[in-house]
């Protein structure tokens, strides 16, 4: 997405599927310095479903599928990193979000639209 800006809250928790492992791990206290951040760097890729905010890692790793794919909802989100990230976000001016804290619920509901088998 363009010409979006997108602000995080400091020490927040979020929901953090690694791709090779097909696990989704909450993952709380996240702030600036942590590793995630090395890699979602603009420009990224983002999606959005209801109040989640959806970020694949941007940077590709050797993998014998170089463009790795994730099912959610129905759709395949593409990922050609190590993870998926899932935030709150709420927008607050047309060109800029806050991402927050992945609520338990919105959790829950991440961990049942993901359509892999070991989550």
């Not at 010409?3 to 996240?30: H, P, Q, T, W």
């Not at 940077?59 to 899932?86: M, S, T, Y």
Request: glycine share 4%.
């Amino acid at each position: 997405m363009d010409d979006v800006s997108i602000c995080f809250e400091a020490d927040l928790s979020m929901g953090l599927f690694l791709v090779a492992d097909k696990r989704l791990l909450r993952v709380n206290k996240v702030n600036k310095r942590h590793p995630i951040f090395d890699n979602i760097k603009a420009p990224f890729d983002w999606y959005f479903k209801n109040d989640i905010l959806i970020i694949p890692d941007p940077v590709p790793i050797a993998r014998v599928n170089w463009h790795d794919q994730v099912p959610f909802l129905g759709q395949n989100l593409e990922c050609p990193g190590e993870f998926v990230a899932f935030f709150h976000y709420e927008q607050k001016r047309v060109d800029g979000l806050i991402a927050s804290s992945l609520t338990l619920p919105e959790y829950d509901y991440v961990k049942s639209a993901l359509a892999v088998d070991n989550v």
